[in-house]
């Protein structure tokens, strides 16, 4: 991802240096609905919820006739939700493992987007792509887990409960130490990387857009190989998946 970012910074210098190139920033706010691509280290498939959260920060777009580029750096809630009551493998009939987890992951990000819009004033509708990098600030993993089995007399069910809050700390490949189930902190990977597109509209100085946004990076950290130290549910992999609509207010002159 180091290398279109490069090309990006480089196109957008080139820009400013034409005398046809208008230069607008401001401040951005939104809301955002995250989820995930999980898969577990468990037999059973899991189909993740979303987080809703927010993002906040600046942005500032470069304009030439209906091209523009927009940069933005940002402060972004994402995360994702497990739900799930499921029979787990090898275990009597009757027994369900009752699966209730939620991550929030805060994270500085940067997303760089190529803009062409409807109008070469950079008014009216817009469409957009680009990619984005994050950087792990925290987070916080929340979960209540049961595991209900039957009793000999078959009318009264025995539960194992988990349920606890945890800190997410932002890790390397390899974190310097694995943590075990009985840590107040799991690990996920600092960086993040993705591409996104998506469509807005322009009046006056307001800018709206909607986004999608599409991860790259496996976040699970490598060191948790089959061990289960989040339980049933612990995870071979998981990237960030997310659909963003902010509004922006643009300073600078409209021609």
Not at 64 to 71: F, S, V, Y
Not at 197 to 211: D, K, R, V
Request: charged share 15%; hydrophobic share 35%.
């Amino acid at each position: 991802m180091r290398y279109p970012f490069t090309l990006a910074i480089a196109w957008a210098a080139c820009g400013l240096a034409h005398a046809q190139t208008t230069l607008k920033f401001g401040p951005r706010i939104g809301g955002m609905a995250t989820t995930s691509a999980y898969t577990s280290y468990d037999t059973h498939k899991f189909v993740p919820g979303y987080v809703f959260g927010a993002e906040l920060g600046g942005l500032m777009q470069a304009q030439r006739a209906h091209w523009a580029l927009q940069i933005s750096a940002l402060y972004a809630q994402k995360g994702f939700q497990l739900q799930e009551i499921y029979q787990p493998a090898g275990r009597p009939t009757g027994t369900s493992y009752q699966i209730k987890e939620t991550y929030r992951l805060n994270y500085l990000t940067l997303p760089v987007n190529v803009v062409y819009t409807q109008h070469a004033t950079g008014q009216g509708f817009q469409v957009f792509a680009g990619g984005y990098m994050c950087l792990l600030l925290n987070g916080k993993w929340e979960y209540d887990d049961r595991l209900l089995e039957p009793q000999p007399n078959g009318d009264v069910y025995g539960a194992v409960s988990l349920s606890h809050e945890k800190e997410v700390r932002p890790s390397q490949k390899q974190p310097p130490v694995v943590a075990t189930g009985l840590d107040n902190y799991i690990y996920s990977r600092r960086v993040d990387a993705g591409v996104q597109a998506g469509l807005g509209y322009c009046y006056s100085h307001i800018l709206l857009q909607g986004t999608y946004s599409l991860g790259f990076v496996n976040l699970a950290p490598t060191s948790f190989t089959g061990t289960l130290v989040y339980g049933p549910s612990s995870p071979k992999s998981y990237a960030n998946r997310g659909m963003q609509l902010s509004v922006s207010y643009l300073l600078g002159k409209n021609e």
